[in-house]
């Protein structure tokens, strides 16, 4: 046996704070009128006291911090009618309910302390901010357990290489800046970025290879197990009294060799594969003849999550009787990768003997995302006034699933011989629970020209590919039960996908407001389009060039399941409110691309016979596959001018549904199908769902004393389309 196990925690903080004060001795002033207006009896340095109902006592700094809070008055009540002697202040407990209450404390200090220093700077006080925050953490391991050239006779024997990875990765970032001032100016800017790589790479694999096995009373068993656990969060927080920006940059990964930061951004960008994929997960009998006693079972497992939650939030917050321009920009690009694959395989082998016989692979990637970017600008200037405020978010979520369990003899033919059953199964799922949601709010006041703009654009790629294959291949299949080839594969893609912007203006003179919110999202469910396949998601369970005889049952099953629930919300309202000429314009869309490609096929082709002493021979294919998806665009613009106006509104949602799946069920070129005691079944099935919804909204109000003109559009378009052939056949056999 060859185990690992490898638990890894890591949490990483950043913070950046600048801050300027130049309050000409406000501070001073105030802390010198909490002195004078301050009241109480004693303090808990005043010793030992007589003290009466309504004394009051003052927690010193040093006081003990578990018996009442420092810097507070205590009360006293429900004290006894000649009052309480003797008490030691120094050690009484004012934390006692039914004897002290604490006094509401409201200190001139505590007030400017919680007010941005913009509003008690009297100069120019400029303030800059800058951070830098890159966590690389790369978790890697390979587990091998070989078993090779052995002629081995023993009771029973177990091959298993067991590999088991944790990550768990929190990482904060937090920058401010605390500067300027609403009578003098002064810049204050707060930047920051972050780079996050997580990488978990992890190999199992258990061989018996070239040799010979015989047990006398126990099992033979090759056993692989890989399971990759991985828990990212990546925050991001930036603040500002004029212009916030801060970008993250997110790279979760399991089962991928870690790239650098050019070729995780193209593939993040373009959905390229430039950072190479991990080995499978792998349990092999390769060019070894067994024969056991008990039962031979090769089993293959592969489990690789991902639970990432990547939010960036950008304020900014700025007021000044001077010409202000207040800007924030929250963006961030995260990818979630995962590359899983399970291989249970006997290759090659001469014969095989044993009671039950059982090849199975099992293999789970999922990935749970949660993706945001906020931005939030505030501004306010007796002169012209500017506040944009941008949120943009880029998510790409990808699970790449291979599954192959099978008997195979490439180069002539493997004699499979069973007391009891054969069963050669395959499990695959992928799952994907994605919310990417970017938000802009700009607020302008002014008292002459005010602009403002705000910005949400949310974009999401969320893809499964997977392809299983479970068969036997130049095999001859003795057994006294029955066969099983079987393979089931179940894909699930949850989206949402939401960009919001809002933005409004209030000047005195002329005022010009922007809001665009726009969202993306292509959620598919296909197969591998590389060397020569077609990009259809395979799932196979068959007999190729197979001799069969059974006594019992002999089924030949593929099933899939592949759903689809995507919401896509692009979302933008502005208001402009103006003395004079005014201007307000707001845009919001939704695109969504959301498909499922798949090819079920459940087959026997060649072999010189299919006997079935007693039961049935039954071929089945089934596909179940269903989209359900909403696409909503909407945008709402009001315009209020003293003068003229102009109101403009466009709501776009356009969605394209596509279901393609072919399925196959059949038996051809078999020389003899002789089913005895039971029936024949071939069957083909496929239930195919599209609910679509597209929705585009568009709301244009002017209000002017002068010429307004008001526009307002919308559109909404949806394809959805169904398509594939289902056969089931059985020809070419006596």
């Given at each position: 046996?060859?185990?690992?196990a ?11 704070v ?27 340095k ?6 009466a ?51 509401i ?48 006779s ?31 100016g ?66 979760n ?12 951004n ?51 917050l700025?007021f ?56 939030i ?44 059953d ?59 039960g ?18 919001v912007?809002a ?13 665009v ?9 296909i ?24 006594g ?87 315009a209020?001018?003293?003068t ?9 949602a ?13 038996v ?20 195919g ?42 020809k070419?056999?006596?």
């Amino acid at each position: 046996r060859a185990k690992d196990a490898a638990i890894v925690k890591v949490d990483s903080t950043f913070k950046a704070v600048s801050t300027t004060e130049n309050s000409a001795g406000l501070t001073l002033a105030t802390s010198l009128f909490d002195k004078l207006v301050a009241d109480y009896s004693y303090t808990t340095k005043s010793g030992v006291r007589d003290l009466a109902e309504n004394h009051s006592v003052y927690i010193a700094s040093d006081f003990d911090a578990s018996k009442g809070d420092r810097g507070a008055v205590y009360i006293l009540v429900n004290a006894p009618d000649d009052g309480l002697k003797n008490v030691d202040l120094a050690t009484e407990n004012f934390r006692e309910s039914n004897r002290w209450i604490k006094a509401i404390d409201y200190k001139a200090t505590d007030f400017l302390n919680g007010l941005p220093n913009q509003f008690t700077n009297f100069t120019k006080s400029d303030s800059t901010a800058v951070g830098a925050h890159v966590v690389r953490n790369v978790v890697k391991s390979d587990v091998l357990a070989l078993v090779e050239n052995l002629l081995l006779s023993a009771d029973r024997m177990t091959v298993e290489a067991l590999n088991q990875l944790n990550l768990d990765a929190d990482i904060l970032s937090s920058v401010k800046s605390d500067g300027g001032s609403v009578i003098a100016g002064g810049k204050s800017i707060a930047v920051n970025g972050t780079v996050a790589t997580n990488a978990m790479v992890g190999t199992a694999e258990a061989i018996v290879r070239s040799g010979s096995v015989l047990t006398t009373v126990g099992d033979v068993v090759v056993r692989a197990s890989n399971e990759s656990v991985m828990d990212a969060k990546v925050i991001s927080d930036i603040t500002s009294a004029g212009q916030a920006i801060g970008v993250t940059l997110a790279f979760n990964t399991v089962g991928v060799e870690p790239g650098n930061l050019l070729f995780q951004n193209i593939d993040t960008i373009v959905g390229t594969n430039l950072s190479a994929a991990a080995a499978p997960v792998a349990a092999r009998i390769e060019s070894t003849s067994i024969n056991s006693v008990g039962d031979v079972i090769v089993t293959a497992t592969s489990t690789a999550q991902i639970k990432a939650d990547v939010p960036v939030s950008a304020k900014s917050l700025q007021f000044s009787i001077q010409g202000a321009t207040t800007a924030s920009v929250g963006g961030v690009v995260a990818l979630n990768r995962v590359a899983s694959g399970a291989a249970a395989e006997i290759n090659d082998a001469g014969f095989i003997k044993g009671r039950n016989i059982i090849v199975d692979a099992e293999n789970l990637g999922t990935i749970v995302s949660d993706v945001s970017a906020s931005s939030i600008a505030i501004g306010g200037s007796a002169a012209g006034g500017k506040s944009v405020s941008i949120g943009f978010a880029l998510s790409r979520n990808d699970i790449k699933n291979s599954l192959v369990s099978s008997i195979d003899h490439s180069t002539g033919s493997t004699l499979i011989d069973a007391t009891g059953d054969i069963a050669v199964a395959g499990d695959d799922s992928s799952e994907i629970v994605s919310t990417t949601t970017a938000t802009g709010v700009s607020v302008s006041l002014s008292g002459q020209g005010g602009t403002s703009v705000g910005g949400g654009g949310a974009i999401a790629f969320n893809n499964i590919t997977t392809d299983s294959n479970v068969f036997i291949k130049d095999a001859e299949i003795t057994t006294e039960g029955g066969l099983e080839v079987g393979v089931e594969s179940n894909a699930t893609v949850e989206s949402l996908v939401r960009a919001v912007a809002a933005s409004f203006s209030l000047s005195g003179q002329g005022g010009i407001n922007f809001a665009v919110g726009a969202a993306f999202a292509q959620n598919q469910i296909i197969g591998a389009s590389d060397q020569g396949r077609d990009g259809l998601s395979d799932v196979r369970a068959f007999t190729k060039n197979t001799s069969i005889d059974a006594g019992e049952a002999v089924t030949i099953r593929a099933a899939a399941t592949g759903e689809i629930d995507a919401d896509v919300l692009g979302i933008a309202a502005g208001v402009a409110v103006s003395g004079q000429g005014g201007i307000g314009a707001s845009v919001g869309g939704a695109v969504a691309d959301n498909k499922i490609a798949r090819d079920i096929s459940a087959h026997i082709d060649g072999g010189a016979q299919v006997k079935v002493a007693s039961g049935d021979l039954e071929v089945t294919a089934k596909d179940d596959s269903a989209i359900d998806a909403s696409t909503v665009g909407a945008a709402a613009s009001i315009a209020v001018s003293g003068t003229s106006g102009t109101t403009f509104s466009v709501g776009l949602a356009i969605a394209d549904n596509d279901i393609q799946s072919n399925v196959n069920a059949f038996v051809k070129d078999v020389d003899t199908v002789n089913v005895e005691n039971g029936s024949l079944t071939i069957e083909a099935e496929r239930e195919g769902s599209i609910k679509a919804t597209a929705v585009a909204a568009s709301v244009a109000v002017g209000v002017s004393g002068g010429t307004g003109i008001t526009a307002s559009g919308g559109g909404a378009v949806a394809t959805n389309d169904i398509s594939g052939d289902v056969l089931d056949f059985c020809k070419s056999t006596d």
